[in-house]
Each structure stands twice: as C-alpha cells, then as structure tokens.
C-alpha cells in the first residue's frame, strides 16, 4: 500500500466511526424513524444548512463515481452510492479515492 491509499484507508476508518458514533446511540433510543431524523435534520437553519450540504455532496459524489469510474473501467461502482447512504460521503468518497488510487496505479 502506497502512502496515499494508506491515507484514504485511515480516512475510511475515520468517516465511518465518527458519523456512526452519533447514528447509533439515536438508533437505539428512537430505532429507525426516518420521520424523526429528518425533522432534526431540518430542525432550525444551521442543522438545514449542513443536511442541504450533504445532500447537494452526496449527489455530487455519485456523478462523480458515475464518471471517473467509467473513464478508469472501474466495476462495482454501486458499492459507493451504497456506502454514501449507509454511512455517509465521509465513507463513499474516501473509499472511491482509495480504490481509484488502485486502479490508476495497476494500469
């Protein structure tokens, strides 16, 4: 592993604990309800500003996977839009980076 890649394998390890460590303690006092995290998502103009950036990034983030994965021949590339909404694009992004990375260093 390059330096690089080791970078963005500790910046996947990071992107996934730290969004996590807010996600499931509201798991496990409120269980999945969507209705509830949307409204404190949205909840006054600070919280909406950050959701709205993360969605606007999140969508940012797959046309970007869309396009550089196809140019470089990349497979899978479902995986990261799978992990932007799982996680977040603090795992989708650096985890495509990572494997982009790999992928430009094999040809």
Not at 19 to 43: A, K, W
Not at 63 to 75: C, P
Not at 87 to 94: A, D
């Amino acid at each position: 592993m390059t330096k690089r890649q080791i970078a963005y394998f500790i910046l996947c390890i990071v992107g996934t604990i730290l969004p996590c460590s807010q996600l499931v303690p509201f798991l496990r006092e409120h269980g999945l309800n969507l209705q509830m995290m949307i409204q404190q998502l949205f909840e006054n103009r600070i919280s909406s500003f950050f959701g709205i950036d993360v969605v606007v990034t999140t969508f940012v983030l797959w046309l970007f996977v869309y396009i550089e994965g196809t140019r470089l021949r990349m497979r899978r590339l479902w995986i990261y839009v799978i992990c932007s909404l799982l996680v977040g694009v603090s795992l989708g992004l650096p985890l495509f980076l990572l494997m982009r990375q790999s992928k430009t260093e094999e040809s």
